[in-house]
């Protein structure tokens, strides 16, 4: 799930592996369901795809300030010479940064409180959970860093808290 705000622009990476058994020419991938203009992605593709490698694209997202507000489902498409494979992915586009970090927080909280009974269980399980609860820490204060940057109005500091918290839940 990819979130925006009208006028955004962002960059967004996307990992493609080659699982084949076989080298493949003329790696790519698009995006089917938002409109063109909307996105580029860098590089366009890549000559050869060996087998066993992954692929690093970045899909920079540039939302019209007259876009409609909603939900898109499209599909990001990787393609070659011999095979392709598609992802459904959900675009939300919001009226602004705010209702995106808003969005993002509640997100982040909820993936926060699955993460604390993920580790409840553990504990019962006698198994040792100190690192995670460092993480959870960091989370915690990362979540809140981004609440108190975002009534401050400062909205790229809350983004990078925002970013930070949900590189820490994966």
């Keep these: 799930n990819i979130s925006l705000a009208k006028g955004m622009t962002k960059i967004e990476n996307v990992v493609v592996k080659n699982v084949g058994d076989k080298d493949m020419d003329n790696l790519s991938i698009l995006i089917v369901g938002i409109p063109l203009t909307w996105y580029n992605i860098t590089p366009q593709s890549y000559k050869t795809a060996q087998k066993g490698n992954s692929y690093i694209f ?10 409609k507000e909603g939900e898109y489902k499209a599909n990001l498409i990787a393609s070659t010479n011999l095979a392709s494979d598609q992802k459904p992915i959900t675009i939300t586009i919001f009226k602004s940064i705010e209702d995106v970090l808003n969005s993002e927080i509640s997100r982040l909280k909820e993936d926060l409180q699955e993460l604390a009974v993920d580790v409840k269980i553990a504990e019962r399980d006698g198994k040792d959970t100190s690192a995670i609860a460092v993480i959870i820490n960091e989370i915690k204060s990362q979540i809140n860093s981004a ?6 109005k400062n ?15 994966e």
């Excluded at 909205?155 to 839940?169: C, P, Q, W």
């Design 147 to 152: 609440e108190t940057n975002l009534k401050n």
């Design 155 to 169: 909205t790229d500091e809350a983004l990078g808290n925002v970013a930070n918290a949900k590189i820490l839940t």
């Design 58 to 67: 970045l899909i920079e997202f540039r939302i019209p300030k007259d876009a």
